[in-house]
């Protein structure tokens, strides 16, 4: 079994002393900087952003095209599966004679049907038993054509190199049009025309690069629900969130249970959840998972727009913030964290305090000694919702109500 897809698994679990050593060294700035100023490096950074997405965008619909025959085929043998589970081919029919495996299926449904008629005529576990032999028998021989299938999309998928990677940046961005279009004169991508206003597209555009820090969005905190199973029947639900965005700055925080198998931890690491909920006065209890209250942050990151080398979460106003999450820039695109949130995090998120996302720049020679950092800007998310929808998922994690749904949708056996 693996760990439930919907959390976010943590790539590290940094205590928030290790997380903000780098930092030890530093001494807040005295003043914020002017939100409203544009950051110096913006333009550059963003116009770099919206050539090289141009070229990107380019090589990921040729490798979308490329794999669209491996999609159609997996989920043709998905569509295929289901109809045998359930011993109903409407969603599936015609069933191409000369497809095997259409062809299978189709001497699956003729075999099993006079077998099933068999049985009303007289019931017996040996017909039973060849009708489950049967099904089994199809549903593997299904199952195996979508391994050979994922197995021969890995090849263009590999030779795609660092495309997908590279893709990430794009993702969501707002491009600069004259960017794009200059880029587009060599180079062909699903860009191009929306950018020239020749189609509708679902991309976003700035004339100039300095119109992206006029642009800001919020999330106020969304309601957190109860744990489910999502459409691809991996663990959703029981998960707030609040995102702001300035430009293509995107710092997106969150709450969750942190899930993970037993089977996959050291004896000293299912203890130290165990004490962690025990500290919080959490009750958790299923044999197969442990369970941490998780701080999620999602940043999508351009590179250095103002000389900045760190991000910072923290409370309080930046003169002298309380730090809970640092992270040093090496270079755009998104970082993903999560690990177990201190109880205070948690009690400060209930009161409604306000957490902040700021860049920082801080000086060279940080080992000589103490160096002032500089506020380059920052991002304040919403509090709107935030008590109510904190305290409500924090009331499901710690009054048991989280693990008796995951006993539900997992069962122990």
């Known amino acids: 079994m693996s760990t439930p897809r919907s959390f976010l698994t943590a790539l590290s679990s940094p205590s928030l002393a290790l997380t903000a050593v780098t930092l030890t060294a530093v001494a807040w700035p005295a003043s914020a900087r002017a939100q409203d100023d544009t950051p110096p490096g913006l333009a550059e950074v963003e116009v770099a952003r919206s050539k090289a997405c141009v070229a990107t965008l380019g090589r990921m619909a040729e490798l979308d095209a490329t794999l669209q025959p491996f999609a159609e085929r997996i989920q043709r043998m998905r569509d295929l599966a289901d109809a045998v589970s359930l011993e109903d081919s409407t969603d599936v029919v015609p069933l ?48 195996d054509e979508v391994s050979a299938v994922q197995e021969r999309a890995r090849t263009p998928m590999t030779e795609a190199g660092e495309v997908d990677i590279t893709n990430r940046r794009c993702q969501g961005a707002i491009f600069v049009r004259s960017a794009v279009l200059e880029a587009c004169e060599t180079v062909q991508s699903p860009l191009c025309a929306p950018a020239a206003r020749v189609e509708a597209g679902s991309f976003q555009f700035v004339e100039n690069a300095a119109d992206l820090w006029d642009i800001e969005q919020f999330r106020p905190w969304t309601d957190p629900g109860r744990l489910t199973r999502g459409p691809d029947g991996s663990l959703a639900g029981a998960r707030t969130v ?119 720049r801080v000086p060279d020679g940080e080992q000589a000694g103490e160096v002032e950092a500089e506020a380059v800007f920052s991002l304040s998310l919403l509090t709107v919702n935030q008590v109510s929808a904190v305290s409500a998922l924090l009331a499901y994690m710690s009054g048991g109500g989280l693990s008796d749904d995951l006993v539900v949708l997992v069962p122990p056996s």
């Open 96 to 143: 191409d004679p000369a497809d095997p495996l259409d062809a299978a299926v189709r001497a699956w449904f003729r075999t099993d049907g006079e077998l099933a008629l068999r049985y009303v005529e007289e019931p017996s576990d040996s017909l039973l038993q060849e009708r489950r032999a049967g099904r089994e028998r199809i549903l593997q021989a299904l199952r």
């Open 242 to 360: 609040a995102r702001v965005r300035k430009g293509n700055v995107a710092i997106t925080v969150g709450i969750s249970p942190l899930i993970r198998e037993r089977s996959e931890l050291t004896p000293e690491r299912i203890t130290e959840f165990e004490s962690n909920l025990d500290s919080l006065g959490f009750r958790f209890e299923h044999p197969l998972f442990v369970m941490a209250p998780a701080l999620e942050v999602v940043a999508n990151l351009p590179d250095p727009i103002g000389g900045e080398t760190h991000y910072i979460l923290h409370f309080g106003d930046v003169t002298s913030p309380e730090v809970i999450w640092t992270s040093p820039i090496e270079a755009g695109g998104p970082v993903q964290m999560a690990f177990p949130a201190p109880g205070y995090v948690l009690a400060r998120l209930q009161q409604g305090a306000d957490l902040t996302a700021t860049a920082i």
